[in-house]
Nanobody
């Protein structure tokens, strides 16, 4: 069974940075594309960024381009999301999942951007 454990969220001021981590188990991580998704209160869960199995392909939602960066460490079965220049509208619960969200969702990690 695939398990996804997100961490690294918190409260940050506008303009600040956070680095999220997602530890994956139960899948062949080194050959799996991965993605970060987020869900704000009262809204649907949306894709934020995706990364191919070897890190050579990445794509981002327009709203985070130039501010967020997705990366992975296949030796650690971990995918990261570096978030810079955070805005209040980035406030959400962040989740990781596959390149397409086909696994059971983890608990997510809360990111709150507020002064």
């Amino acid at each position: 069974q695939v398990q996804l454990v997100e961490s690294g969220g918190g409260l940050v001021q506008p303009g600040g940075s956070l680095r999220l981590s997602c530890a994956a188990s139960g899948l062949i991580f080194s050959s799996s594309g991965m993605g970060w998704y987020r869900q704000a209160p009262g809204k649907q869960r949306d894709l934020v960024a995706r990364i191919g199995w070897d890190g050579s392909i990445t794509n981002y939602a327009d709203s985070v381009k130039g501010r967020f960066s997705i990366s992975r460490d296949n030796a650690k079965n971990t995918v990261y999301l570096q978030m810079n220049s955070l805005k209040p509208e980035d406030t959400a619960v962040y989740y990781c999942n596959g390149y397409l969200p086909r696994y059971q969702w983890g608990q997510g990690t809360q990111v709150t951007v507020s002064s």
